[in-house]
């Protein structure tokens, strides 16, 4: 009998995975596609499959016998047979009796243990790994691992990377965007006059919106959107369908999934869509004016409270000075540091994109993506170099910050938090320091020039 304690080097073919040969959970869409994964699509970098790895192992059929039979006095105890006490039962009564379970165990014992064998040690593992098996009666098993490892994150030091300075000086049309800002939040909103939709832009609509699967043929998800009608997306002629409706009216329609979806199945093919009116307001908006400004309480001219928004804008910008010259010398590191980035990383973060709905064409959004992934871990390694970290404080300020927005009580929103979020606010904040660490320490080329 062979013992199979140590897997011999011949017998394991280990090689960077393509893209096509990634994981079914590395492609999936939101709209329960698949996202054809070839190096065509997504122009796979080299370094990004050398993280990639594939490794197959051989079980002989004599080992997972051996196994059965360890296995085997464990069965033969529990049956019970009219004729015999238990655990007397014959042995090759049992063996049969369990034979399919007596084999489907021992395969998942050793699948375990080679992959604990293979895996073990590694240290820079990026994903659980996908392992598989395929059995023959007689030739033995064969055991697939897939697994990604985590890159190598090599950078030179910080001041060594000189970006553009960053100004404060606030411009007119930034002093209009939040005038308009203040307009929408003291302006009046009321019921659409008989709740019939018309292309207004001050009209905002609530709807439910339901595609039908063109693969399936069965109804996807139902989504509840909320958009001015003017603004809103014109993704299968929504806009045209929502025009003349009623609140509470539903109507069914057939449209053409957009081109523009290139990383999807669907893309470009006709399928069924429904929509349903679930309110219509319409905002009345308060004239820019001396009138306005003193609604506010603070001000008697329009002119003196643009002269103090561009105050509070300025400061503001001085404030985030640090963070936005951090977020350039990120994105200079991106751009020298060459290493790779796992598949499933870019694959996720594309996802995101869909999902937040960027109409992105395939090779934009992997390029984002690889770009964003990249910067990640970079973050990473300047938060472990520098030994920067979210304080205990600083994640119940945030949660804090972000209870003032919502106008709720932070203890009733971090209650409502889960375990994942808690983890993204901590990241977000180790984020935040890193860039300012980064901004702090940058080389500006100002300051090269004086």
């Given at each position: 009998?062979?013992d199979?304690?140590?897997?011999?080097?011949?017998?394991?073919?280990?090689?960077?995975?393509?893209?096509?040969?990634?994981?079914?959970?590395?492609?999936?869409?939101?709209?329960?596609?698949?996202?054809?994964?070839?190096?065509?699509?997504?122009?796979?970098?080299?370094?990004?499959?050398?993280?990639?790895?594939?490794?197959?192992?051989?079980?002989?059929?004599?080992?997972?016998?051996?196994?059965?039979?360890?296995?085997?006095?464990?069965?033969?105890?529990?049956?019970?047979?009219?004729?015999?006490?238990?655990?007397k039962?014959?042995?090759?009564?049992?063996?049969?009796?369990?034979?399919?379970?007596?084999?489907?165990?021992?395969?998942?014992?050793?699948?375990?243990?080679?992959?604990?064998?293979?895996?073990?040690?590694?240290?820079?593992?990026?994903?659980?790994?996908?392992?598989?098996?395929?059995?023959?009666?007689?030739?033995?098993?064969?055991?697939?691992?897939?697994?990604?490892?985590?890159?190598?994150?090599?950078?030179?030091?910080?001041?060594?990377?000189?970006?553009?300075?960053?100004?404060?000086?606030?411009?007119?049309?930034?002093?209009?965007?939040?005038?308009?800002?203040?307009?929408?939040?003291?302006?009046?909103?009321?019921?659409?006059?008989?709740?019939?939709?018309?292309?207004?832009?001050?009209?905002?609509?609530?709807?439910?919106?339901?595609?039908?699967?063109?693969?399936?043929?069965?109804?996807?998800?139902?989504?509840?959107?909320?958009?001015?009608?003017?603004?809103?997306?014109?993704?299968?002629?929504?806009?045209?369908?929502l025009?003349?409706m009623?609140?509470?009216?539903?109507?069914?329609f057939?449209?053409?999934i957009?081109?523009?979806?290139?990383?999807?199945?669907?893309?470009?093919?006709?399928?069924?869509?429904?929509?349903?009116?679930?309110?219509?307001?319409?905002?009345?908006?308060?004239?820019?004016?001396?009138?306005?400004?003193?609604?506010?309480?603070?001000?008697?001219?329009?002119?003196e409270?643009?002269?103090?928004?561009?105050?509070?804008?300025k400061?503001?910008?001085?404030?985030?000075?640090?963070?936005?010259?951090?977020?350039?010398?990120?994105?200079?590191?991106?751009?020298?540091?060459?290493?790779?980035?796992?598949?499933?990383?870019?694959?996720?973060?594309?996802?995101?994109?869909?999902?937040?709905?960027?109409?992105?064409?395939?090779?934009?959004?992997?390029?984002?993506?690889?770009?964003?992934?990249?910067?990640?871990?970079?973050v990473?390694?300047?938060?472990?170099?520098?030994?920067?970290?979210?304080?205990?404080?600083?994640?119940?300020?945030?949660?804090?910050?972000?209870?003032?927005r919502?106008?709720?009580?932070a203890?009733?929103?971090?209650?409502?938090?889960?375990?994942?979020?808690?983890?993204?606010?901590?990241?977000?904040?180790?984020?935040?320091?890193?860039l300012?660490?980064?901004?702090?320490?940058?080389?500006?080329?100002?300051?090269?020039?004086?």
């Open positions: 009998m062979t199979e304690k140590n897997i011999k080097e011949e017998e394991i073919q280990q090689e960077p995975v393509s893209a096509e040969a990634g994981g079914e959970d590395l492609h999936k869409t939101p709209l329960e596609g698949e996202t054809p994964a070839s190096e065509e699509d997504f122009q796979v970098n080299e370094k990004d499959k050398e993280l990639t790895k594939k490794v197959e192992v051989k079980v002989e059929d004599e080992k997972i016998l051996q196994e059965m039979e360890k296995k085997l006095q464990k069965y033969a105890g529990r049956v019970k047979l009219k004729g015999f006490r238990q655990g039962v014959p042995m090759d009564y049992v063996r049969k009796l369990f034979h399919q379970d007596l084999l489907e165990e021992s395969m998942e014992e050793l699948v375990n243990e080679k992959t604990k064998e293979l895996l073990g040690d590694v240290k820079n593992l990026a994903t659980y790994p996908n392992v598989s098996k395929e059995y023959k009666e007689g030739e033995g098993m064969t055991i697939k691992i897939e697994y990604e490892l985590l890159p190598e994150v090599v950078m030179d030091g910080i001041e060594t990377y000189e970006v553009e300075g960053v100004s404060a000086e606030v411009k007119e049309e930034e002093i209009l965007h939040e005038l308009e800002h203040l307009r929408y939040e003291v302006a009046e909103v009321a019921p659409v006059e008989n709740g019939v939709v018309v292309d207004n832009e001050e009209l905002t609509v609530d709807f439910e919106f339901q595609i039908v699967n063109p693969q399936t043929g069965k109804w996807m998800k139902k989504e509840v959107l909320s958009d001015r009608v003017i603004k809103q997306q014109t993704f299968m002629n929504v806009k045209e369908q025009l003349g009623k609140v509470g009216e539903e109507k069914v057939r449209g053409r957009p081109e523009s979806i290139e990383s999807h199945s669907f893309s470009g093919k006709e399928t069924d869509a429904r929509v349903k009116i679930l309110a219509a307001r319409k905002t009345t908006l308060p004239e820019l004016n001396d009138e306005f400004a003193k609604s506010l309480g603070e001000y008697t001219t329009l002119e409270l643009k002269g103090k928004m561009q105050e509070t804008l400061a503001r910008k001085e404030a985030e000075k640090p963070y936005e010259l951090g977020e350039r010398v990120l994105d200079v590191m991106e751009e020298r540091c060459d290493f790779g980035v796992p598949l499933s990383f870019l694959f996720q973060e594309m996802n995101q994109y869909y999902r937040r709905g960027l109409q992105l064409s395939t090779a934009d959004s992997w390029k984002l993506a690889r770009k964003n992934v990249k910067k990640m871990f970079l990473e390694k300047i938060a472990e170099r520098e030994k920067i970290h979210a304080q205990e404080a600083e994640i119940e300020d945030y949660i804090a910050q972000e209870a003032h919502y106008n709720v009580p203890e009733m929103l971090k209650s409502y938090l889960k375990e994942e979020q808690i983890n993204s606010i901590e990241h977000s904040v180790a984020r935040r320091k890193v300012k660490f980064l901004g702090e320490s940058a080389k500006t080329k100002e300051t090269s020039q004086g």
